[in-house]
């Protein structure tokens, strides 16, 4: 098992770490170029498209390593998809309904002709069917972790660490279950992707993920979490998503601050989490390293959760979500602090 996980990881790693310049390249001459405005922190054009770079060393991992199955084809539609709609968002922004039909599609693919589905659920002594509205939730789940993955891509090496760190947890998870499986192939491929993407995307960042990327990781995320769905139990798919409690808790606050502003909920701001601390003195790579770290301790509640102990697990999960959330309401992630201080004076 560990000689398949080294070559699991390595290969992509190498790859990745091999295409990147040559993407880099590729963005330039089709002037997929972020572009430095007021919202944004880097100082001169940064080239995007990275993800394409991303996803070529998942094809290789899944050409070398993957087998050929109905859902592995509804998750190479899917990711396709979702590449495309990432590479015309990176050279020419898309409206947002435009890449919502992308994703729309990527999501519908996967669910309909792969037959990956949250049927039903086991939990707290209760089993719910969904039934019907299996569907609809399965795809706003997809929905879901796509766009909340691109929400928090905000600084150099913030989404690609983030997914790093989700895909070693799972991946430890899955290895000491023994769950040779294919969310266990497509779980070590990815970090290797993401690791080898990481030497050019952190600090000072010589590409980004772009959309094409963020959107893809989100997506492949979904997959694999659904893919490890197991024995209709609850812990197997909120697990995952704990460990993903940053990127999920800033869209939600990004939501419901746009929302109380009367704003778009597509509508870009300054509000994110990361922007909370870099506007208190924090350096870019500072304040990468604090979201890792939360990050990491959410993966390694969610180890400890599922191999040693779910109760010291629970209280783990219930620090640092409160810590989360404390932070928020002392923030201006979700209201404005500054408007209700210039309104006391």
């Known amino acids: 098992m560990l000689l398949k996980i080294f070559a699991l990881v390595t290969v992509p790693f190498i790859v990745v770490a091999i295409v990147i310049p040559f993407v880099k390249k590729l963005a330039i001459h089709l002037d997929a170029m972020d572009i430095p405005d007021e919202r944004k922190v880097h100082k001169k054009p940064i080239p995007r498209m990275g993800g394409l770079g991303v996803y070529i060393g998942f094809l290789v991992g899944y050409m070398l390593f993957g087998e050929q199955t109905a859902m592995m084809n509804s998750i190479l539609i899917g990711s396709f998809l979702i590449i495309i709609t990432g590479i015309m968002d990176d050279i020419k922004s898309l409206k947002p309904l435009t890449k919502f039909v992308g994703q729309l599609m990527a999501a519908l693919v996967v669910v309909f002709y792969g037959g990956l589905l949250i049927k039903d659920i086991s939990a707290f002594g209760l089993y719910i069917n969904f039934g019907i509205f299996a569907y609809p939730l399965t795809i706003f789940f997809i929905l879901g972790c796509i766009n909340c993955i691109n929400f928090i891509d905000g600084l150099d090496g913030l989404s690609s660490g983030i997914s790093s760190i989700f895909f070693l947890a799972i991946g430890i998870v899955a290895a000491c279950r023994f769950q040779m499986d294919l969310a266990f192939t497509l779980t070590f491929i990815m970090l290797g992707c993401c690791l080898g993407f990481l030497i050019y995307n952190f600090h000072p960042a010589s ?139």
Not at 239 to 251: A, E, Y
Not at 271 to 282: N, V
């Open 207 to 345: 590409i980004f993920i772009g959309d094409t990327g963020s959107m893809f990781l989100g997506f492949i995320m979904a997959v694999i979490t659904m893919l490890g769905y197991k024995n209709v139990m609850m812990s197997s798919l909120i697990i995952p998503l704990l460990i993903l409690s940053v990127p999920i808790m800033d869209t939600a606050f990004a939501i419901i601050r746009r929302k109380l502003k009367g704003e778009s909920i597509s509508h870009a701001d300054k509000s994110h989490i990361h922007h909370q601390f870099l506007r208190r003195g924090f350096s870019q790579v500072g304040t990468v390293l604090i979201i890792y770290t939360i990050t990491f301790l959410f993966a390694t509640a969610s180890v400890i959760y599922v191999l040693v102990n779910a109760v010291l697990g629970y209280i783990i999960y219930g620090v640092l979500l409160f810590a989360l959330i404390a932070f928020a309401l002392h923030t201006d992630i979700i209201v404005s602090h500054k408007k209700k201080n210039n309104d006391s004076k």
